[in-house]
């Protein structure tokens, strides 16, 4: 089965053409649109686990819709940082199945809209497979469109009196950086006239002047950064993903940003390749500007009282962990950034699932509110334990691996001062987080109808221990995903001659 | 010899699962305690079954999956491990059997037994780790594990004490993390396995970067001055907990982690060379002094205790750092001795606290009329602290003074000396009082504390008088101690 060539451009369609059938399919119940998804969402992941499956045994794999031969052609490439889709389908496939109650539960939201948040949602999952997945610099740019639009809307989604202008703030920057994107796809298509990365990698290679590449490669790594919300651009990030429908904020903080990432990757792949620039400077701005991330994001987040904006401020400083571990280019640091795409994508929605569980039984949102909630909703909250302890990185959790990775790397590189900024920066996000157990475990509540919530249902809970696990089992079975990026890393860095 | 065997994982899988049968299905009272009873000697038992081994020298392993590539979670039950599982199982049967008594009628009891059990599961799993990345990730598990322990009256009090531990403990875990990562970086292995992994060719400033990030690390839960600052705020604690935290879990994984570092990382022959191990000497001698002399000025009973334990832990650093046979064996049976005499010490102040509600030295005027057998243990567990002989702690102090005679370092004795008047000075007087100031007037009749508490109390004296007057017989902890020191010392 995994050999079946097709797998490529389904798991690409499936979730476009599903979004696009979504209203249609639900014309006679706005109830079907939910288990539309969930179906469109299962053959997704059935695809990409074949997908992954493949890059495990056989390597990267193209895929030329029609036999065209690039670089006339368009092209598929799956690589080993392409399985990043399996945690996009799964996290997809948990939050449509989470949205079911949640969105029915917004009053805001008017029921008969419904369906369009399925189909955006589709629409965005459907966005970042194609975007991850594609070997076309234009159609990356076209996939990072059709994903940072549905991301705008879904943002607007929950009808709070401060959505819109989150979201407008969020389509400002993210039509700054998809232009930013555009233009230096322009860019190297006028001086190389070739759209295809392997293509392109090659021939910029051979040009007389690198200026131009230079140019391209400062508007890529800009734009890209927007979308990774590093430090000083990232102050879209935090009111967009804490209004966002938790569903939606655990799409939105473990795998829109990460969309930055894999483009910047797919820049270094280009830029590495051909070998026309010293990427010396780059990588130097990347590494500090992933110290400070770290520093920044958990230093905002201390003043939070809000679960959701504390949370989103912390994936600015786990943003901040990849993007050094990127910038610092050894082995290690490599490898150790690009798993934690992986694991924060799971450590973040397992926290947004989580608090968003609280916000639909409680109805409050900030911290000193929801005081003594451990008690009343024990499952939910261990789900935030492990959490908080997997995102500062404590072993065997499933953030210690990648934090031990990039360290090691920082010593590797003869740059010591990134690994203790990065292990005492994870302290410092610890300072939040045990705020937030001792709010819900060790403080008397300030609401007494707190203690008689109930657990949320299981539509709800179940998307949310499950992460959870997988935070315990991705740190315990850490080789796996380690072993995995290690050839992708490899051949990433071949060009430096290390 | 070395034997693979499931033993080694079987001692902390049973406390962890006593934990998960607390958590899930605890709150029947009856049923918790069997659980917990049995697990604590079921264990003592598996880890005294390989006790016979691992005193003809088999060391006993088991490799778990690999952590990382390269690196496994692997356990390895050398004597030095075997010898710190030993202490903590002993004292986890009698601190439940006290526990269960000290906390009849409280709120959270459910939560504070369950992770009662994995402050000692992961205590056991550090002594029998086989490789830093395993005993790191027991060490910060211990850290999170005794956090709702420290809290556990939640009072805002607590809740700062809780904070302060917290930050303590986790920066210091930070810099272990840093000193692992630059062992790796290195040598490209973690292993505790070998008398020392490093050589003397990576450079003196890779070096004392590494003795830094590790010592200094370990040095915050060992309590060594200046970063024994959590240990007396975390006080607030029950007493179990207290008793926990300094006799067993918390300090001793310091004191084991510095153990490790210099006879496992670096090694006796590199250390000699280099000389980083001097200046660690004088901190250590440093806090024996000034920490008992801070203890004389303490009212509170528990604060009093817990500057002694500052002062007696760096006894077991001051050991290590001398690096000579005689004064390893003193700092690793001390490890022992300490916590023997000073649990005994902390089962009386919580049995005066349930009893009498007293927490303050003054009021203990006359309570030895009182509480007899109780004020007795004490006594036993002052003697020891002080060295006397026939009681566990003059062990400590003359193998100590012996090794720093071996090593020429004889100001050592003068410190030794002064340490043992000092410990004097802040015992004796709680016992004077307690036995020859009866408060005029008042009639003093005999009003012991519930057996659970009495019992478990006047069994860790025993144990104090056993390691005392037995060292010499064969199948001791202390014959374990000389075989850990034989192989550190390649003898």
Known sequence: MAAWPHWLPLVVFAPLLGAVLTPIVSLRSRHVAPWWALAVMSVTSVAALFLVLRVASEGPFSYLPGGWQPPYGIELRFDEFSAVISVICLIGWLAVLYSLRYIEWLREVPKERIPYYYALLLLNLGGMIGFVVTGDLFNLFVFLEILSLSAYALVAFSGEHIAEMAAFKYLLMGAISSLLVLFSVGIIFGITGSLNMADVATRIGQLDSAAPAALALAMLAIGFMVKAALFPVHIWLPDAHAIAPSPISAVLSGLVVKVGIIGLIRVYQIYYTSGVLDLHTLNQVLVWLGAISIVMGAFFAIFQDDIKLMLAYSTISNVGYIVMGLGLSTNFSVIGGSVHVFNHALIKATLFLAAGALIYRTGYRTLTDLRGIGRSMPLTCIAISIGAISIVGIPPTAGFLCKWYIALGAFEADQPFFGFALIFGALFIFIYYIRMVNAFYFQAPVHPEILEVTEAPLSMLAPTLFLASLCLIMGILGRIPLAFIEPAAARLLAPLGG | ?491
């Open chain 2, 1 to 491: 010899m070395e034997v693979t065997d499931i033993r080694v994982i079987l001692a902390p899988a049973i406390s962890l699962l006593c934990a998960a049968l607390v958590f899930v299905a605890g709150s029947n009272k009856h049923w918790r305690r069997f659980w917990m009873l049995s697990a604590a000697t079921l264990k003592l038992g598996v880890v005294m079954s390989m006790l016979p081994g691992s005193l003809q020298g088999t060391v006993y392993t088991w490799d778990m999956i690999d952590f990382t590539p390269g690196i496994g979670l692997a356990f390895r039950a050398d004597a030095l491990g075997m010898f710190f599982a030993a202490v903590s199982s002993t004292l986890w049967v009698i601190t439940t059997i006290y526990a269960i008594g000290y906390m009849t009628g409280d709120e959270h009891r459910v939560r504070f037994f369950g992770f009662f059990a994995l402050c000692v599961s992961t205590t056991v799993g550090l002594a029998f780790a086989e490789n830093l990345l395993t005993f790191f990730l027991f060490y910060e598990m211990l850290t999170i594990c005794t956090y709702p322990l420290v809290i556990h009256d939640e009072t805002p009090d607590a809740l700062k004490a809780g904070r302060k531990y917290l930050t303590y403990t986790l920066i210091g875990g930070a810099f272990i993390m840093v000193g692992s990562v630059i062992v790796y970086d290195a040598t490209g292995t973690l292993s505790l396995g070998h008398p020392g992994i490093l050589s003397a060719e990576l450079g003196t400033r890779t070096l004392l970067l590494i003795f830094v990030s590790l010592v200094g690390g370990f040095a915050v839960k060992a309590a060594v001055m200046p970063l024994h600052g959590w240990l007396p705020s975390a006080m607030v604690a029950p007493t179990p907990v207290s008793a926990l935290l300094h006799a067993v879990a918390v300090v001793k994984a310091g004191a084991f982690g510095i153990l490790r570092t210099i006879y496992n990382v670096f090694g006796v022959d590199l250390l000699e060379e280099i000389g980083f191990a001097v200046p660690l000497m004088w901190i250590a001698a440093f806090t024996i002094l000034a920490a008992s002399l801070v203890a004389i000025f303490q009212d509170n009973i528990k604060r009093r205790l817990a500057f002694s334990t500052i002062s007696q832990l760096s006894y077991i650093v001051l050991g290590a750092a001398l690096l000579t046979p005689f004064a390893a064996t003193a700092a690793i049976v001390h490890i022992a001795n300490q916590a023997f005499a000073k649990i005994t010490m902390f089962f009386v102040a919580g049995a005066i606290q349930r009893t009498t509600g007293k927490t303050n030295v003054h009021e203990l005027a006359g309570i030895g009329y009182r509480m007899p057998w109780t004020m007795g243990a004490f006594t036993v567990a002052a003697l020891s602290f002080i060295g006397m002989p026939l009681f566990a702690g003059f062990i400590t102090k003359w193998y100590l003074s012996l090794g720093a005679l071996e090593s020429g370092e004889y100001w050592v004795l003068a410190v030794m000396i002064a340490s043992a008047m000092l410990n004097a000075a802040y015992f004796l007087p709680i016992v004077y009082l307690a036995f020859f100031k009866a408060p005029p007037g008042t009639k003093l009749r005999v009003a012991e504390a519930r057996p659970t508490l009495l019992i478990s109390t006047l069994v860790a004296a025993a144990y104090v008088i056993v390691l005392g007057t037995t060292a010499e017989v064969p199948g001791m902890p202390f014959s374990l101690a000389q075989a850990a020191v034989h192989f550190v010392f390649g003898m």
